[in-house]
C-alpha cells in the first residue's frame, strides 16, 4: 500500500471484508509532505483538516468495515478534487491539460488550495505544472485507486457495495458556503447530490437513525457530496455513495485541534450506526457470493 494513504482492515483480509461498506476520510490527514513550501504556519494549515474523523471511525475495522485515510493534508492536494479542477490564479503556467471549474478556484480551494478561510495565502509563490502534476500522481491518484480497491473487494463479494464519505464541518456557517456567516450548523449533513449518488433508502436510514439518537440532520443542505462521491458511485449497478459531515462542536474544541468529553459518546454512536448498517444493508439484502479458488 502507498504510504501516502493508509487502509485499516481490522481482523479480515481485504478482500473478504464483513459487509458491503467502505468508509473513507480524505481530509484528516496532517503529515506535511516536505515539498509543500508553504508559507502558512502548521497550526494555520490544519484549519483545513477534518481533525479526528479518521480516529472517530477506527473501531468500525474491528466489525470488519474497512476505513481509507489519507495521510497528507487537504491543503497540500485535495482528494475529493476532480484532477482537472485546476486554479489558474496559482499556476506560474497555463495548464496543459483539461480543467474544470468547479467554482472552488474562486474561493482558493480547488485541487490545489491558495487560501485559507478569510482568503489567508498558503504561498508566496505561483506553482508550475510538474509540481501539481508530482501531487496529483504521488498523493491523488493513490487514494483514488486505493478506495475504487476496496469497493470492488466488496461489490465483487456482495454484489452491492455502500461507501460513507467520512467528513466533518465547522459548527457554525460561513459566507462562503452559507452566505451568511455564524448561523448554527446541524449536527450532521448528509450529502448524496440530490439523490443521484445513493439509494434514497439508504440516505434516509441514516438521517432517521441519527434523528433516533437526538441528532438534528439535514440532507443535501449546504453539502451535497463533491467528487469522491459522484466518482465512485452508480447505484444502477449497485454503488452507493454518502457523503456523511459531523459537526465538530460534536467532539472537539475546534480553536485548540484536540478532543472533548463528546468524542467517546459520537463515536460510540457511530459504530451503533455501522452495526445497523451492517444488519441492515450487509446480511439483510445481499447474499455473500463464493470466493473463487
Request: hydrophobic share 40%; with cysteine.
Amino acid at each position: 500500500m502507498d504510504p501516502t494513504v493508509l487502509v485499516i482492515f481490522g481482523p479480515r483480509p481485504p478482500e473478504a471484508p464483513a459487509f458491503p461498506i467502505v468508509l473513507d476520510s480524505p481530509h484528516s490527514g496532517f503529515r506535511m509532505p516536505p515539498d509543500f513550501g508553504a508559507v502558512a504556519t502548521v497550526q494555520e494549515l490544519r484549519d483545513g483538516e477534518d481533525a479526528f474523523i479518521d480516529e472517530l471511525y477506527l473501531p468500525a475495522a474491528k466489525m470488519g468495515i474497512p476505513l481509507l485515510t489519507a495521510q497528507f493534508p487537504r491543503t497540500y492536494i485535495d482528494p475529493n478534487r476532480h484532477t482537472a479542477d485546476i486554479d489558474p490564479h496559482l499556476m506560474a503556467e497555463p495548464w496543459p491539460h483539461k480543467t474544470m471549474d468547479s467554482g472552488k478556484a474562486a474561493i482558493g480551494k480547488a485541487l490545489v488550495w491558495r487560501t485559507l478561510d478569510k482568503g489567508k495565502p498558503i504561498y508566496n509563490r505561483k506553482l508550475g505544472v510538474a509540481e501539481v502534476m508530482g501531487r496529483i500522481e504521488r498523493y491523488h491518484q493513490p487514494y483514488h485507486d486505493a478506495l475504487w480497491e476496496l469497493m470492488a473487494n466488496a461489490h465483487t463479494r456482495f454484489g452491492v457495495v455502500y461507501h460513507i464519505n467520512c467528513h466533518s464541518m465547522g459548527p457554525n456557517s460561513s459566507v462562503e458556503i452559507e452566505g451568511v456567516d455564524d448561523q448554527p450548523r446541524p449536527d450532521f449533513v448528509l450529502g448524496d447530490r440530490d439523490g443521484t449518488t445513493c439509494e434514497p433508502a439508504f440516505t434516509n436510514y441514516i438521517a432517521k437513525f441519527l434523528q433516533g439518537l437526538g441528532y438534528t440532520v439535514a440532507i443535501n443542505n449546504p453539502f451535497k457530496g463533491v467528487e469522491l462521491v459522484r466518482a465512485f458511485s452508480d447505484p444502477s449497478a449497485g454503488r452507493h455513495s454518502l457523503q456523511l459531515e459531523v459537526n465538530k462542536r460534536l467532539y472537539m474544541h475546534t480553536e485548540r485541534i484536540e478532543k472533548h468529553e463528546g468524542f467517546a459518546k459520537l463515536q460510540g454512536h457511530l459504530m451503533q450506526l455501522m452495526h445497523v448498517l451492517g444488519e441492515r444493508f450487509g446480511y439483510a439484502q445481499t447474499m455473500i457470493r463464493p470466493r473463487r479458488s
